[in-house]
């Protein structure tokens, strides 16, 4: 067992060191630049008034729930995550689930909002809907995605973060863990005193 722990710490150290970032035009990044995207859009988001948004299916939804309640209390940046199971279940009844992001976008969304899309696969559709909507609501998008590299979500937002794996698991703490490095260095983590 001990062995197998050190391999899968390591494996998922590795994934997280190498987490590929590229722009809107997919000229790559590196994972510093695309960290420091994201912090500097959550602040200029939150100072002008707005709001960031986090949404995700399954395990990344438990993500985006984790994230909007840190961000908002830790933080002090104004965060919410669109997974409320009336709104999900009324939506995805009434449209599609497809369509449960998207119209929540489409009914609370503004112009400067930050859209943070995470999806394992980069595939779903209600996640690509939404970054979509998000579009037409003239907002900023960050994106996460893993398993192939030539999923979707991985070309649709301003700043996109491609975790190499086609493992739940490792996806899906690599997701938790980037987000959480932004919002933890920003809050002084690793500063001298």
């Known amino acids: 067992m001990h062995e197998q722990l050190d391999q899968y710490f390591g494996t998922l150290a590795g994934l997280l060191r190498g987490a590929e970032v590229t722009d809107r035009t997919s000229r790559t990044l590196s994972l510093s630049e695309g960290c420091e995207w994201v912090r500097k859009a959550a602040h200029e988001v939150h100072d002008a008034g707005n709001k960031i948004i986090f949404i995700g299916n399954g395990g990344s939804a438990g993500i985006a729930s984790h994230l909007a309640i840190d961000f908002s209390k830790n933080g002090g940046l104004r965060s919410l ?102 919002l933890d260095i920003d809050m002084g983590w690793g500063r001298q005193v």
């Open 81 to 182: 995550a669109f997974n409320d199971p009336s709104a999900l279940t009324c939506l995805g009844n009434d449209l599609g689930y497809e369509n449960v992001f998207a119209k929540q976008l489409d009914f609370h969304a503004r112009p400067g909002d930050l859209l943070i899309a995470i999806s394992s696969s980069g595939r779903s559709p209600n996640i690509l809907g939404a970054v979509k909507m998000a579009r037409t609501r003239d907002c900023k998008v960050t994106t996460f995605s893993g398993f192939t590299e030539e999923n979707e979500l991985r070309r649709t937002g301003d700043v996109n973060f491609y975790v190499r794996s086609r493992e739940y698991g490792f996806v899906e703490i690599a997701h938790l863990a980037l987000c959480h490095a932004v």
